[in-house]
């Protein structure tokens, strides 16, 4: 781990938008005869700000953290959730934002109220992971309807045992845990199951951490949860991940690197995204210089914390999008959408 962060670490001293930078801002450090002064790249007390999405915030702690190490400039990554970052950002309270799911309309709404203009950037795909207990033989696979069945609003103190859901399935109560309401992944996942975002049962354990997820379907044999790939991949020998069917008769389709890819992982694949105030990245050099960080270097960072980079096009059609600092969203209305392709989002963005 440390050769590789060292390598990244030079590798970020030597890109482009890096060097633009200290040639503007002077050396990074100052030399006399006798030794050699390090001094950060940026001004002391320069903090690059973000919060937002759980989901999306390993891949950001990643690079934070060699970004940090490469400029000794402070990075601070908040966990409120992506409806939290966003109510944070649309406050100027952040540079950055991290999100699992678009920028929803009263959240464009508020960003505008505060003249916030911001940068839409999708930055890798993530596949929710529907898990279930190990010691649970009968569910591996599971189809769409299936877990709308467990998790629709008309479930709520109906739907309490697994055979409800299925009938060839066991007698043995159902315990569920999944994100809390601020969660981009709760919107998401309600969309793409239940067909409308926020429509769920509500009578689940909801935790804006993952962690608390994974240990409550690991420590109940009727457990069953979602949350992103990245934290199911870090627990798998807790978990138990469900092959996901679109619909009764097809195969289901374990999330992994390939399928996510090729598109055979469906409804569950998706883009997430961070969101950049544009004042920020105009006035602030630290920040600008962190999203080029991001978008140029972050790729074997996003490939280290378990998601899925972007394809070579749609990443170089990202950086273009974020070097001509184009304002607002891909998304109509703030609606997410599933199955939705880069290159169309950044397209609907004059």
């Given at each position: ?5 060292s390598?990244m670490i030079?590798g970020f001293?030597?890109?482009t938008?890096a ?5 503007t801002?002077?050396a990074?450090?100052k ?5 050699t002064?390090e001094?950060p790249?940026f001004e002391?007390n320069?903090i ?11 891949v950001t702690e ?6 940090q190490?490469?400029?000794k ?6 966990i409120?959730g ?6 944070k950002?649309c ?5 950055i934002?991290g999100a699992?799911r678009?920028i ?7 960003c505008?109220?505060?003249g916030?203009e911001?940068?839409e950037?999708?930055v ?5 992971t529907?898990?279930?207990?190990p010691?649970?033989?009968?569910a591996k696979e599971?189809?769409v309807?299936?877990?709308?069945t467990?998790?629709?609003?008309e479930?709520?103190e ?8 299925n009938p060839?399935?066991?007698d043995?109560p159902l315990k ?7 969660s ?6 309600t969309?793409?199951?239940i067909?409308?975002s ?6 689940f354990t909801a ?11 690991a420590?109940?044999?009727g457990g069953?949860?979602?949350?992103g790939?990245a934290?199911?991949?870090e ?11 679109e619909?009764?008769g097809?195969a289901g ?9 090729d598109?055979?992982?469906?409804p ?5 995204f961070?969101?950049?105030?544009k004042?920020?990245a ?5 920040v600008?210089?962190f ?8 790729r ?16 170089d059609?990202?950086?273009?999008h974020w070097?001509?600092l184009?304002?607002?969203t891909g998304f109509?209305e703030g ?5 939705v392709k880069?290159?169309?989002l950044l397209?609907r963005?004059?």
């Amino acid at each position: 781990m440390q050769t590789f962060r060292s390598s990244m670490i030079k590798g970020f001293i030597q890109f482009t938008s890096a060097i633009a930078i200290a040639s503007t801002l002077g050396a990074c450090s100052k030399s006399d005869d006798s030794n050699t002064v390090e001094e950060p790249m940026f001004e002391p007390n320069a903090i690059v700000t973000i919060d937002g999405s759980s989901t999306v915030f390993p891949v950001t702690e990643a690079v934070a953290e060699e970004f940090q190490i490469a400029t000794k400039t402070k990075v601070t990554v908040g966990i409120s959730g992506t409806g939290g970052g966003f109510k944070k950002f649309c406050r100027g309270e952040t540079d950055i934002s991290g999100a699992s799911r678009p920028i929803k309309q009263k959240e464009i709404d508020k960003c505008k109220e505060a003249g916030i203009e911001f940068i839409e950037l999708p930055v890798a795909f993530d596949a929710l992971t529907v898990v279930i207990n190990p010691a649970n033989d009968f569910a591996k696979e599971m189809t769409v309807a299936e877990l709308k069945t467990i998790w629709g609003p008309e479930a709520q103190e109906n739907i309490t045992s697994w055979n409800q859901v299925n009938p060839d399935w066991p007698d043995q109560p159902l315990k569920l845990f999944g994100p809390g309401a601020d969660s981009g992944t709760f919107d998401y996942f309600t969309e793409a199951i239940i067909g409308k975002s926020k429509s769920s049962r509500g009578d689940f354990t909801a935790s804006e951490d993952d962690n608390v997820l994974v240990t409550g379907v690991a420590g109940d044999k009727g457990g069953i949860g979602y949350f992103g790939y990245a934290y199911y991949e870090e627990n798998k020998d807790k978990l138990t991940a469900v092959a996901v069917s679109e619909e009764a008769g097809k195969a289901g389709v374990l999330p992994s690197k390939a399928s996510i890819e090729d598109g055979t992982y469906q409804p569950l694949a998706r883009p997430i995204f961070i969101y950049v105030k544009k004042s920020a990245a105009q006035e602030k050099a630290h920040v600008k210089a962190f999203v080029d960080y991001y978008l140029e270097q972050g790729r074997p960072l996003i490939e280290e914390v378990k998601y899925v980079p972007l394809p070579a096009e749609d990443q170089d059609a990202v950086i273009a999008h974020w070097k001509a600092l184009k304002a607002g969203t891909g998304f109509i209305e703030g609606k997410a959408e599933v199955g939705v392709k880069i290159k169309d989002l950044l397209d609907r963005v004059q």
